[in-house]
């Protein structure tokens, strides 16, 4: 079995930052991917950041300059630090798994957080 584990969501001014971090566990041999999602109330589900296991990342146009993905001391961990927020980007944030191939078999798969909340208001 696979879980990520996000934290890191909070209350915060425009302008200000916050980290989430989403650490993935269990039964894991590889993860091609890993990054994260965000969906505001009313709106689809949209990519944020990930990067893929040699390192290439990929930045939405609304985050670039503003939001930096990079992986964790620990294995399998991605930090997103966010600086500059904006009330647009109030969501829910979703840590994704992409291309997990599990040390107890079966093909590769997808995972998802639980989610955590980002809300930005004065």
């Known amino acids: 079995q696979v879980q990520l584990v996000e934290s890191g969501g909070d209350l915060v001014q425009p302008g200000g930052s916050l980290r989430l971090s989403c650490a993935a566990s269990?039964?894991?041999?590889?993860?091609?991917?890993m990054g994260w999602y965000r969906q505001a109330p009313g709106k689809q589900r949209e990519l944020v950041a990930t990067?893929?296991?040699?390192?290439?990342?990929n930045y939405s146009e609304s985050v670039k300059g503003r939001f930096t993905l990079f992986r964790g001391n620990a294995k399998n961990t991605v930090l997103l630090q966010m600086n500059n927020l904006q009330r647009e980007d109030t969501a829910v944030y979703y840590c994704?798994?992409?291309?997990?191939?599990?040390?107890?078999?079966?093909?590769?798969?997808?995972?998802w957080g639980p989610g955590t909340q980002v809300t930005v208001s004065s």
């Open positions: 990067i893929t296991s040699n390192g290439r990342i």
């Open positions: 994704n798994a992409q291309g997990v191939l599990s040390t107890s078999g079966g093909g590769r798969r997808a995972y």
């Open positions: 269990g039964s894991i041999f590889s993860i091609n991917a």
